[in-house]
């Protein structure tokens, strides 16, 4: 089943998401919760995560969504926009992802996620849209 955790976290190895560790810890349709755990390789030189690895959580956890709710003919999905807004960080501890579907069409998919430090604090505010892809 597309939506077990198992074949969820399974998707990521030998890929991006593996090998920053992202882990899903819940998924059902149209809502998913992600982690990450904060270690030396994901920070910035300042010392502090990187963006680049908050926005990969993100990203995945939505992107993971739109697989989800694919509608029947469609064989996959690009990401065609993302933003993010940056309002704190962290420097050791777990990350936590949760994303939300706000549209889910038959084209298109919009996406967005919270992104909180260990502490339970916003640190991003994610938005993404996905072109649905189909056969030539």
């Not at 597309?2 to 920053?20: I, K, M, V, Y």
């Not at 030396?40 to 969504?65: I, K, Q, R, W």
Request: aromatic share 6%; glycine share 12%; net charge neutral.
């Amino acid at each position: 089943m597309l939506s077990s955790l198992d074949h969820l976290n399974a998707l990521g190895e030998g890929h991006l998401p593996g090998l920053l560790g992202i882990r899903f810890t819940h998924a059902e349709p149209g809502l998913l919760r992600s982690e990450l755990t904060v270690r030396p390789e994901l920070l910035a030189p300042n010392g502090f995560l990187h963006a680049a690895s908050v926005v990969a959580l993100a990203d995945t956890t939505c992107g993971y969504g739109t697989r989800m709710l694919l509608p029947q003919g469609a064989t996959g999905f690009t990401t065609i926009e993302l933003k993010s807004n940056h309002l704190s960080t962290a420097r050791e501890g777990v990350v936590t992802c949760e994303g939300r579907a706000v549209h889910a069409g038959r084209t298109t998919q919009v996406w967005d996620a919270e992104v909180r430090g260990p502490g339970g604090r916003v640190m991003a505010l994610f938005r993404c849209t996905q072109a649905v892809l189909y056969p030539k």
